[in-house]
């Protein structure tokens, strides 16, 4: 199989690749070096509209495949996935600007784990049975949902675009997939893996195009039954208004403004390793980041001086060198919306520790959006900085006194997707982790994923779960049978 990238990307509807209606297609630009390298399908309605006629004649024999054969095919694309390692992660750092090290390790890996998880989790998903003593008996089968639309963002692109089709697949849905427009490619070369693999035509159909037009028309589309986003909350908010009145079904997951609790006894030595990585991890670019450190009054010069120093030392620059830790933020529009909020910050009072830049890297890289890791002091919980997500490599320090003000500033946010507790003392982490306004927890950890646990945000971090069972269920439809005895 040739995994090469060509020029001009195509839309993959009914297992042909094809170009969009329109003939129109974007610039897709490498983050590193500004340069435009490839073209991306501006894709319509009109092009979603053949994909869901293909997945419409596909439907009838993917849904009733049984659960073997769907377990054999998915498991195909993770060993492609696999066998693929180099490319895929080179393609994915190129049109991403995260380091090469970071998409060899996790997200290529993790897009193979997805269709493993999902291949073997569909052999084990079973229906539900309740018996009426002498009356009847109930059974609820669970069935696929139909065509189901799966549209993602740009931070972790295989990653997350994955995390939502394997599951929708398995369940027996055939599906109108949307990448992010700002990095296409990796989502475009799993076309090719899946036809590779032996999915059967019109069963995944990838459309390329940009939110408002081309994300928009699946989420209208009357034949298209669930929708599940990830993405900002701003885009989640116009979803949510326009799929909500055609009662289609929703996974909507989130921004976040994730806070780090540290306390004064909590194993320091870890928790500034970890406190690091969650707060830079991909540029800061991941919805699990912490971008808001609260530190115990007792212990915040000490940790401010400590890890003030160990940002300074992440190396900045070309993603296709192994020594270095921060790549490019991902377009030249983010670039400036994360410059401005620092700016902002800097207006609202906010004392720059460290960072605060642009970073110019000497040659191929010169003209690439690079950010020096930044860490800000003094500002309060209720200033913008603190409220707004921001999604690069900013983080700001809180000092508090008390357990309970801990836990007012951490919930001090209209988001409510992790949070990650620093303490050695067990009763406080159960205490805390109980009153977290927040989907997910981890306490003296970051991002330990196991793929069977509910992931998913509260407050405006968004609506239902992911992973697992909770997958599964959300891309099947329920129905009781009951039989009377
Ligand atoms: P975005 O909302 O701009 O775009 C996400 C996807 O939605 C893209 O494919 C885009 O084309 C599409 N889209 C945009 N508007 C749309 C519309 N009106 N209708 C249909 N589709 C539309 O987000 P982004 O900038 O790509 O990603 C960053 C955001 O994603 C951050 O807010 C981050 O926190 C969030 N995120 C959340 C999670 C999570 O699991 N909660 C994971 C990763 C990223």
Redesign the pocket.
């Known amino acids: 199989m040739n995994l090469a990238v060509p020029y001009h990307l195509e839309n993959f509807i009914g297992g042909h690749f094809i170009a969009p209606l329109s003939g129109q297609f974007t610039d897709n630009i490498n983050p590193a070096t500004g340069q435009v390298y490839g073209q991306i399908p501006e894709s319509n309605d009109k092009d979603i509209q053949a994909a869901v006629k293909a997945a419409k004649k596909a439907f009838p024999e993917w849904s009733t495949t049984p659960a073997e054969k769907k377990f054999e095919i998915l498991n195909r694309i993770a060993d492609l996935i696999d066998q693929h390692l180099d490319e895929l992660a080179l393609a994915e750092t190129i049109d991403n600007g995260k380091p090469l090290w970071l998409s060899k390790r996790m997200d290529i890996p993790r897009a193979s784990s997805n269709f493993r998880f999902f291949a073997t989790a569909i052999m084990h998903f079973s229906n539900e049975s309740h018996a009426m003593e002498d009356k009847a008996v109930n059974y609820t089968l669970r069935q696929p949902v139909g065509i189901v639309g799966c549209?993602?963002?740009?931070?972790?692109p295989l990653y997350?675009f994955t995390w939502k089709i394997a599951p929708a697949l398995a369940a027996g849905n055939c599906v109108i997939a949307?990448?992010?427009?700002?990095t296409p490619v990796t989502a475009f070369l799993l076309g090719k893996i899946c036809k590779e693999a032996g999915l059967p035509d019109g069963v995944l159909n990838i459309v390329h195009g940009?939110?408002?037009v081309c994300?928009?028309a699946?989420?209208k589309h009357p034949e298209i039954k669930a929708i599940s986003?990830?993405?900002?909350?701003?885009?989640g908010e116009?979803?949510a208004s326009v799929a909500a009145p055609m009662f289609k079904k929703l996974s909507l997951?989130?921004?976040?403004k994730n806070p780090a609790l540290i306390f004064a006894d909590c194993d320091w030595e870890k928790m500034m390793k970890e406190t690091v990585r969650s707060s830079f991890s991909n540029q800061g670019q991941i919805?699990l980041c912490s971008s808001r450190i609260l530190v115990e009054k007792s212990v915040y010069e000490k940790f401010k001086h400590e890890f003030v120093e160990k940002v300074k030392q992440l190396t900045v620059g070309d993603p296709l060198e192994e020594k270095t830790k921060q790549g490019a933020v991902v377009s030249q529009l983010h670039f400036n919306k994360v410059m401005g909020c620092i700016e902002k910050a800097k207006e609202e009072g906010g004392q720059v520790l460290c960072g605060g830049h642009a970073v110019h890297p000497e040659g191929a890289c010169s003209g690439g959006y690079f950010i020096q890791p930044t860490v800000i002091e003094n500002l309060g919980p209720a200033c913008i900085t603190n409220q707004e997500?921001i999604?690069g490599p900013v983080v700001t320090l809180q000092p508090f006194e008390s357990e309970a003000e801990a836990l007012q500033l951490a919930n001090a946010t209209h988001y409510g997707?992790a949070a990650t507790l620093w303490t050695q003392d067990i009763s406080r982490a159960h205490r805390i982790s109980a009153q977290l306004q927040s989907g997910i927890v981890w306490v003296n950890c970051w991002l330990v994923r196991d793929l069977r646990t509910p992931f998913g945000?509260v407050k405006n971090?968004?609506v239902g779960r992911e992973g697992g069972w909770e997958a599964l269920r959300f891309f099947t439809e329920q129905k009781n049978v009951c039989i009377q005895l």
């Open positions: 549209i993602s963002p740009w931070n972790l997350l949307k990448p992010s427009e700002v940009t939110g408002p994300g928009e699946i989420v986003f990830t993405g900002s909350t701003r885009a116009r979803i997951e989130l921004g976040g919805c997500e999604f997707l945000g971090s968004g």
